[in-house]
Nanobody, 124 residues
């Protein structure tokens, strides 16, 4: 059974930082691209960041570019998202997702597995 378990969310003040983690099990982690999405209330999930199987390639949405870093540890089956200079607009539930298909990192499609999400709340 495949599981993606996110952690690291919480309440932070504007300008603060959080590091989200997503631990995978039941899947060959190194054969999956890993991504982070977020879902604003009443809207569709949006791709925030993605990382290639090896970790060499990365993609960031414009909304977080320059103040976030995605990384992975294939030995620990874990992907991370460091969010910095947080803004109230970053308040969302953040999900990690995995896909084995080979597509552009910026593509929001083709994901096989999803986590349950972790809440990030940024106070003004």
């Amino acid at each position: 059974q495949v599981q993606l378990v996110e952690s690291g969310g919480g309440l932070v003040q504007t300008g603060g930082s959080l590091r989200l983690s997503c631990a995978a099990s039941g899947v060959t982690f190194s054969r999956n691209e890993m991504c982070w999405f977020r879902q604003p209330p009443g809207k569709e999930r949006e791709l925030v960041a993605a990382i290639s199987r090896s970790g060499v390639g990365t993609y960031y949405a414009d909304a977080v570019k320059g103040r976030s870093t995605i990384s992975r540890d294939n030995a620990r089956n874990t992907v991370y998202l460091l969010l910095m200079a947080l803004l109230p607009d970053d308040t969302d539930v953040y999900y990690c997702a995995a896909r084995s298909s080979i597509v552009a990192l910026s593509s929001p499609r083709g994901f096989d597995y999803w986590g349950q999400g972790t809440q990030v709340t940024v106070s003004a």
